[in-house]
């Protein structure tokens, strides 16, 4: 399992690579086992002044979670077979190592070249430094999955400007560097070809900033600047269904464009999120990752997101039959058992 993900030593950095490069760098159990061990050692070590993650190969940083696994998982233990451990243990490894993150006490360099969705986002939005190229693709598609935008979403979306953090997580809208750089997300920008001379330059420097400031480079003007009034005044609506009745009311193809991609998502998912983005705006980080494992355990108990993994990624038909169809069948007292503390008690730290 090692192999998939290799942390090691260069200079006065630790160095994690993410090495599925086949599977876009998708991150298992098994390397959050290896990666959490390597954070915990590289902090304590004087020697070690920062830490550098990235993925392998040319397409991605981390595309996500392992998804296929948890769904293998839920299935058999809905089917009588198995008791459904990996469920609890994947959310509650993936939820600590992102808070490890959160806390790290040294510079945590992210290079976020390629493909970063769901859990790759987790592994590098929570970091003190985070790189963008003219490569970087980043989304949270989780509503379109059956899911909810976790790996710490309930924390960093409601902290974006304005309305963009619902926004993002409700429609997995993806978003290039320039974007990512706007909304706050990014600190940093480099050209994905300097990313090697970069990390060779940081294994050898005391200075992160200096090196991170001399490679910048322009991304260009961010999409979102022009649609950002209608985003905020939009999604200010009390409800989801408030959000898709401004959106249709704009007049904008860009609006109804949105709305129609917000119809397609899950609908217990869509109304789960916002009150979950609602929540987040009002709890501290560790709340926010106990709110999330709560969620994922009522979201293993329930029916769309087997049905969102099974038209993704194993029938691929990319036609979920969502239940509740629609968002009006979704009610306030479904939405609240997702909030509920699960059997199995609250996630630990």
Known sequence: MSEEVLCTVRGAIGHILLNRPKALNALTLGMVDVISPALDAWAADPAIKAV????????????????????????????????????????GGEYRLNRKIKRFPKPYIALMDGITMGGGVGLSVHGSHRVVT???????PETGIGLFPDV??????????????????????????ADLLYTGIATHSAASASLDEIEAALANADDVEQVLASHAVPMGEPALA????????????????????ALLSQGSGWADQVAQTILSMSPTSLKVTFEQLRRGAELDFDDCMRLEYRMTQAVMDGHDFYEGIRALLVDKDK??????????????????????VPPGGDLEF
């Open 226 to 245: 022009g649609h950002r009034a209608m985003i905020d005044d939009c999604f200010d609506a009390p409800d989801m269904e408030g959000i898709l009745a």
């Open 134 to 140: 003219e490569k970087t693709l980043l989304a949270m």
């Open 152 to 177: 710490g979403g309930t924390w960093f979306l409601p902290r974006l400007p304005g309305r963009l953090g619902l926004y993002l997580g409700l429609t997995g809208a993806r978003v290039t560097a």
């Open 52 to 91: 550098v993650i990235r993925g392998a190969g040319d397409r991605a940083f981390c595309a996500g979670g392992d998804v296929r696994a948890v769904w293998d998982a839920g299935r058999a233990r809905q089917q009588g077979q198995g008791d459904g451990s990996l469920t609890r243990a994947f959310f």
């Open 319 to 340: 036609n979920p039959k969502w239940n509740p169809a629609r968002l009006v069948d979704v009610k306030p007292a479904d939405v609240a058992a997702y909030f509920a």
